[in-house]
């Protein structure tokens, strides 16, 4: 009961700030060269710096083959300038892979790059790939909601 508390509280915090971002993914990821895809997702609190560069800290889940863990992490997003509607983008993000004994938690790192198809002035459907830690590849699909 506590800890729905504590996560409405920061939602609620998140929804009223103003230059913050909410940005939520899904998809899978395979070691290199198998196809043994594992699911994953994430969802962020983007600080705008300005209208290029989003950074901020994100949770979610990450099932590496024998070592399934919760994440916490911070992500950074830097937008190309390079279309209108569909802008490119790079994504960086590291943290921690937390599992239930804490002496096998891990760290956990992933880069790729994707597209911000703009919906609308505060929406945008993304679609992102890259390199995992472990020799992965990953491929996820998403929504950014400005506020």
Do not use: T
């Amino acid at each position: 009961m506590r800890f729905k508390a504590i996560a409405l509280l920061c939602l609620s915090g998140v929804l009223h700030a103003h230059g913050v971002s909410l940005e939520g993914l899904v998809g899978a990821a395979s070691p290199r060269g198998e196809s043994s895809y594992r699911a994953n997702w994430s969802v962020h609190a983007l600080y705008r710096f300005d209208q290029m560069v989003l950074f901020g800290p994100g949770v979610g889940y990450e099932a590496i083959p024998g070592r399934p863990a919760g994440l916490v992490d911070g992500k950074l997003q830097v937008r190309l300038p390079l279309g209108r509607q569909v802008l490119p983008y790079l994504a960086f993000e590291s943290g921690a892979g937390l599992r239930p004994h804490l002496e096998d938690s891990y760290f956990f790192w992933r880069g790729g790059a994707g597209a911000d198809l703009k919906l609308g002035d505060r929406s945008s459907l993304l679609a992102e790939a890259g390199w995992a830690a472990y020799h992965r590849c990953y491929g996820r699909l998403g929504l950014l909601l400005d506020f």
